[in-house]
């Protein structure tokens, strides 16, 4: 399973990428104009490259290098019977095809930086000016096995020819292409050095024809969209397999609790049944219809709370309707009474909610109904008190 994890986590293999010796090419940097658009840029690198090459474009691998907003590309070529047919056969599998100086290329180095890119059999300088397009190629051949101190004293003419004013960068090999983390970007790294290459940079870095290039990023792609689709799929697999899982372990795990159950039903249903006859006890102890009391906290011991103007005609207390609300229907000369009895009601400790709206009128008489709710607590018997000590 953790195989299987870390194989999904990895991601698309790295792209397969062919590194062409630098010594094969010739490099030009090509003024572009301000404001200039990439078929512009294409074009005036092939104007300059066919007026700067003995052979026809049509004879010629050749690519550039240019971001937006540069003022220059950097335009490299090579003619084409420098490459036998069995090395151009082995391009065919190949996602992208371009000398090794420009795998140091996708970086905004400061001005005057150096990276020297070593080859098989040669060491190759890049040198940056003020924009993130170098300025500068130049490859220096070194002979055959040569040692530590060769490939020091190479390196150090080739920064003199280079005239780099800034940091230098000494690779010890040729940038190797990374996972493929981001469909718009290819990666390089040799060390602690990485470059960074968006899509529309490495098609013109590409040597190869153009149109063989449209093809193939057609097929690239078709590949990352099979590729997500299988990773979906093995992932919806996975979880699948999560769920099957749950499901088998979920079914042991509630037979357990079954048996468990009907092993303590009997006790349960023993302690349910003394607590549903506690419960009915209390119930016929202390939740029943109480009107005298509730008629008593109406009108106090003395019926001293009860306007003498407000005669009672009649009490209910219905047990559907509550055990502690108590209807009272009544009359009165004086309407205003029947307000201030209202008043005098809800300020009782004993009463959560009281209303007394005025029914009906008849000649000097008024008729009201008047609804009271107890708390439960006010009707509760009070304990007597204990008798003093003797």
Same mark, same amino acid.
């Not at 070194?142 to 096995?145: A, G, I, K, W, Y």
């Not at 005669?311 to 219905?318: C, E, L, S, V, Y």
């Not at 008043?343 to 007394?356: D, H, M």
């Not at 009128?361 to 009201?368: E, I, L, N, P, T």
């Given at each position: 399973?953790?195989?299987?994890?870390?194989?999904?986590?990895?991601?698309?293999?790295?792209p397969?990428?062919?590194?062409?010796?630098?010594s094969a090419?010739f490099?030009?940097?090509?003024?572009?104009?301000?404001?200039?658009?990439?078929?512009?840029?294409?074009?005036?690198?092939?104007?300059?490259?066919?007026?700067?090459?003995?052979?026809?474009?049509a004879?010629?691998?050749?690519?550039?290098?240019w971001?937006? *907003?540069?003022?220059?590309?950097?335009?490299?070529?090579?003619?084409?019977r420098?490459?036998?047919? /069995?090395?151009?056969?082995?391009w065919?599998?190949?996602?992208?095809?371009?000398?090794?100086?420009?795998?140091?290329?996708?970086?905004?180095?400061?001005? *005057?930086?150096?990276?020297?890119v070593?080859?098989?059999?040669?060491?190759?300088?890049?040198?940056?000016?003020? *924009?993130?397009?170098?300025?500068l190629?130049?490859?220096?051949p070194?002979?055959?096995?040569a040692?530590?101190?060769?490939?020091?004293?190479?390196?150090a003419?080739?920064?003199?020819d280079?005239?780099?004013?800034?940091?230098v960068?000494a690779?010890?090999?040729?940038?190797?292409p990374l996972?493929?983390?981001?469909?718009?970007?290819?990666s390089?790294?040799?060390g602690d050095?990485?470059a960074?290459?968006?899509?529309?940079?490495?098609?013109a870095i590409?040597?190869? /024809?153009k149109? /063989?290039?449209?093809?193939?990023?057609?097929?690239?792609?078709?590949?990352? !969209?099979?590729?997500r689709?299988?990773? *979906?799929?093995a992932?919806?697999?996975?979880?699948?397999?999560?769920?099957?899982?749950?499901?088998?372990?979920?079914s042991?795990?509630q037979?357990?609790?079954?048996?468990?159950?009907?092993? #303590?039903?009997p006790?349960?249903?023993k302690?349910?049944?003394?607590?549903?006859?506690t419960?009915k006890?209390?119930e016929?102890?202390?939740?029943?219809?109480?009107?005298?009391?509730?008629?008593?906290?109406l009108t106090?011991?003395?019926?001293?709370?009860?306007p003498p103007?407000? #005669?009672?005609?009649?009490?209910?207390?219905?047990?559907?309707?509550?055990?502690?609300?108590?209807?009272v229907?009544?009359?009165?000369?004086?309407?205003?009474?029947?307000?201030e009895?209202?008043?005098?009601?809800?300020?009782?400790?004993? !009463?959560?909610?009281?209303?007394?709206?005025?029914?009906q009128?008849?000649?000097? #008489?008024?008729?009201?109904t008047?609804?009271?709710v107890?708390?439960?607590?006010?009707?509760?018997?009070k304990?007597?008190?204990?008798?003093?000590?003797?």
């Open positions: 399973m953790a195989s299987i994890l870390s194989f999904l986590r990895a991601g698309p293999p790295p397969r990428v062919a590194l062409l010796p630098d090419f490099s030009r940097a090509i003024p572009v104009p301000e404001g200039a658009q990439p078929a512009e840029v294409a074009a005036a690198v092939e104007l300059s490259l066919e007026a700067a090459s003995p052979f026809p474009l004879q010629l691998y050749h690519g550039w290098y971001r937006p *907003g540069s003022p220059h590309a950097l335009a490299f070529a090579a003619y084409r420098r490459f036998s047919a /069995d090395e151009v056969a082995a065919a599998d190949a996602e992208l095809v371009l000398p090794a100086f420009a795998t140091a290329f996708g970086q905004t180095p400061d001005a *005057g930086s150096a990276v020297i070593p080859g098989k059999d040669e060491l190759t300088g890049v040198v940056w000016g003020a *924009g993130p397009v170098p300025e190629l130049l490859t220096r070194l002979p055959p096995e040692d530590e101190n060769v490939r020091a004293a190479a390196q003419a080739l920064l003199d280079l005239g780099a004013s800034g940091p960068i690779l010890g090999a040729a940038p190797a996972a493929a983390t981001r469909d718009r970007e290819v390089f790294r040799s050095f990485t960074r290459l968006d899509a529309a940079a490495t098609v590409d040597v190869r /024809d149109a /063989d290039l449209a093809a193939l990023r057609r097929g690239r792609r078709r590949d990352v !969209i099979l590729w689709t299988f990773t *979906g799929l992932a919806a697999l996975f979880l699948l397999g999560l769920g099957e899982l749950a499901l088998a372990g979920g042991v795990w037979r357990a609790r079954a048996q468990q159950l009907a092993a #303590q039903k006790l349960v249903d302690i349910s049944g003394v607590h549903e006859l419960r006890i209390e016929l102890a202390t939740k029943r219809l109480q009107p005298l009391e509730m008629m008593t906290q106090g011991v003395d019926l001293e709370r009860k103007e407000i #005669q009672f005609t009649r009490i209910q207390a219905d047990q559907s309707k509550g055990l502690y609300t108590l209807f229907e009544g009359k009165t000369t004086n309407p205003a009474k029947v307000s009895y209202e008043a005098a009601l809800r300020k009782l400790p004993s !009463i959560a909610k009281v209303e007394a709206p005025i029914s009128v008849k000649g000097d #008489q008024a008729q009201f008047l609804t009271a107890f708390k439960p607590e006010a009707l509760l018997p304990e007597d008190p204990a008798p003093p000590a003797k």
